[in-house]
């Protein structure tokens, strides 16, 4: 059976299930293409940071921040673009970077959740108006006789509109728990990861009284030391004495 006419013998509850479909596979799509980037590069982007920083913070910074495309690149170099900072101060720019990345993988999430539960309800609201419309035309002269037969294909092609919300729900659902999947296994990564850094950080933390291994930010500018900037002297007032 060709799909356009079972779509349309779906009945008026078809378009919504269409523009949720359309929806959740735009997600779908963009969502997997997002995690297969991640998961690609990932391990080779902590390990070379992490294998960095146990020699020279500076080379580690450079790395993460040649990786700052990649969450885990923008995670480990939150802290170490800090143009001095202690332990503390390393630890909550690991955590408010490692929220900052898990809200952005989650993205796509709500949508998806509405779809799940949306679809499988607007297909039993399809059923249930396909019903009404097969039992209505039901005569109770016609009982018994062959011209119910048309009622019963109308009843069949009624629940064409569950299955397929149910089918979209479905679909959804997989991918949905791939997502989140996804997520509890970043955020073991990124437990993992802010640990050892912390760990070097604390065992060996950058020297800041030399310039040659401070770790300092792009187009990062010190402030004025107070009392240091010397403003011009006011004029005297001109001599009116005669």
Do not use: H
């Amino acid at each position: 059976m060709d799909i356009l006419d079972l779509f349309y013998k779906g009945g008026p509850a078809m378009w919504p299930l269409l523009v949720l479909s359309v929806l959740s596979l735009s997600v779908i799509f963009e969502r997997s293409w997002f995690w297969l980037r991640i998961l690609t590069q990932e391990k080779q982007i902590v390990d070379r940071i992490l294998d960095a920083a146990q020699d020279n913070w500076q080379v580690a910074a450079d790395i993460a921040r040649q990786a700052s495309n990649q969450p885990a690149g923008r995670f480990l170099y939150a802290p170490l673009r800090l143009a001095k900072s202690d332990a503390e101060t390393f630890r909550l720019a690991l955590e408010a970077s490692a929220e900052d990345e898990l809200a952005g993988m989650r993205r796509g999430e709500k949508l998806l959740e509405a779809v799940i539960a949306l679809a499988p309800l607007l297909g039993l609201l399809g059923t249930v108006l396909g019903l009404i419309r097969a039992l209505r035309a039901i005569r109770i002269g016609d009982l018994g006789t062959e011209s119910t037969a048309g009622v019963t294909t109308g009843i069949g092609e009624s629940l064409i509109a569950t299955a397929t919300g149910l089918i979209v729900a479905i679909i959804s659902l997989v991918f949905y728990r791939l997502f989140q999947s996804f997520v509890v296994n970043q955020i073991k990564v990124f437990r993992k990861a802010g640990n050892e850094m912390e760990l070097l950080y604390r065992q060996s933390p950058p020297d800041f009284s030399n310039n040659t291994s401070a770790i300092v930010p792009e187009n990062f500018t010190p402030p004025r030391k107070p009392g240091k900037t010397k403003f011009p002297e006011p004029p005297e007032p001109p001599n009116t004495a005669n």
